[in-house]
């Protein structure tokens, strides 16, 4: 049985596909491998995924991007999440935080928001690339503030928040557990972080709708899947499992290790995320023009 991861061996799925994959190969009583199938933002797994054999033998690791947001960037479309992948649960999910560079000058959200509307297009705006989580971030939060940003795509998280860090770039949409650190130790400035709540690691950080923003409450979040037309028998024994894993000493530790929250629940919760998440993100999709070939 494989588990597909569709980023790169090393990054923050790696802990939570072992945890994973132990817990089934132990109640299954058959080997379990995690398989990373790497590149176009995700869609590589979750192409795989999608178009494998309905047994329950090959399942997809997922981010928010490979469920909701890579399959309506690129083009032509990879997979469609809705209806060629059959949910089993949602894992874990976590907040994101606007950063500014120290050298923007920015102390708060007020400040950014004059900055950019005295200047239309001069405030910049780091991504992790075309089509990520950051960059559609960026996209909801202009389009809701009414403001416009000059888009700055990296190739990843980290040469984005490097040059942050430098001064190169202004802002930043990050989640949160890869962006408190360089919070906590004064390198870049918190505007505010997404999410029902503020963040555990920074709770000093108002949310979006405290500063009259409800609409910019996205998080990321991770999820299991299946192919679609996987028995009901298997989704729902998996999904047993896997809610067993969530409340394990183990991913305790791991949640609070890296900075997320457990979610878990049914396969229809998630079926239900992924339907209305993916609605939200297809028209900020189409409305922003945003598209990778």
């Not at 991861?5 to 072992?18: E, H, I, M, S």
């Not at 299991?224 to 499992?241: Q, R």
């Not at 998630?270 to 189409?286: G, H, Q």
Request: hydrophobic share 45%.
């Amino acid at each position: 049985m494989t588990l597909v991861n569709p980023f790169a061996v090393g990054g923050q799925l790696d802990p939570l596909g072992r945890l994973l994959c132990n817990h089934f190969q132990t109640v299954f009583g058959q080997a379990f491998i995690m398989e990373s199938k790497v590149g176009a933002g995700g869609t590589i797994g979750g192409q795989f995924v999608a178009r494998a054999a309905p047994d329950g033998h090959v399942l997809l690791l997922g981010t928010t991007s490979t469920f909701v947001i890579a399959p309506y960037t690129f083009k032509p479309q990879p997979y469609d999440p809705v209806t060629q992948l059959a949910p089993i649960v949602n894992l874990t999910q976590t907040g994101s935080v606007l950063v500014a560079s120290e050298k923007s000058g920015f102390k708060n959200l007020k400040e950014l928001l004059d900055a950019a509307r005295a200047k239309p297009g001069g405030v910049t705006v780091a991504s992790a690339g075309i089509g990520s989580f950051p960059h559609i971030f960026a996209e909801l939060f202009s389009s809701l503030a009414d403001v416009k940003f000059t888009h700055v795509p990296y190739r990843g998280g980290g040469p984005a928040m490097n040059d942050i860090i430098g001064g190169q770039v202004d802002i930043f949409f990050e989640v949160v557990p890869t962006a408190a650190p360089q919070v906590q130790s004064k390198r870049v400035v918190p505007l505010f972080v997404s999410g029902d709540s503020r963040s555990a690691l920074l709770p000093d950080v108002p949310t979006a709708a405290e500063l009259g923003y409800p609409k910019a409450n996205l998080t990321s979040w991770t999820g299991l899947a299946a192919p679609a037309g996987t028995p009901a028998p298997v989704i729902e024994m998996l999904n047993k499992e896997a809610n067993d894993v969530l409340n394990s000493g183990e991913m305790k530790r791991y949640l609070e290790q890296f900075g997320f929250s457990a979610v878990g629940g049914s396969a229809a919760d998630m079926a239900a995320r992924i339907a209305r998440e993916s609605a939200i993100y297809k028209e900020l999709v189409a409305s922003r023009g945003i598209a990778v070939q």
